[in-house]
């Protein structure tokens, strides 16, 4: 092989642990939100199982070594995750008969 060829492939070997890495990071990620699915009703549940089986089950839209529609399925399961815990958090600080959050004093001029 020439030395083109060794470039290419150690690129294409770069790529392919970087895609690795992400796909990790992101399962990881998913896993944290675990603790929280009872809360988050069946949708929530739905996203969290499905992106994890998609994940590990060697059946896929692209071969296992690209780990793009992984990274796709476990990133678009994330995001809706992080907008079903953001709207729980905001229903559970809106509760009739608790106090309005108070608002932080953030704002003032410092002169």
Not at 29 to 51: E, N, P, Y
Not at 91 to 100: D, I, K, N, S, T
Request: proline letters at 5%; charged letters at 20%; aromatic letters at 6%.
């Amino acid at each position: 092989m020439s030395q083109e060829q060794w470039v290419l492939v150690g690129l294409a070997g770069l790529v392919a642990l970087a895609t690795l890495v992400g796909a990790v990071l992101l399962a990881i990620r998913l896993v944290r939100t675990r603790k929280m699915l009872g809360t988050l009703g069946v949708g929530g549940k739905v996203a969290f199982w499905g992106a994890l089986v998609y994940t590990i089950f060697p059946v896929d839209v692209l071969p296992d070594p690209i780990y793009l529609d992984d990274i796709g399925v476990l990133a678009a399961a994330v995001l809706y995750l992080g907008g079903l815990v953001r709207k729980h958090r905001a229903a559970r600080r809106q509760l009739p008969g608790q106090p309005e959050p108070r608002a932080e004093e953030s704002h003032r001029r410092v002169t």
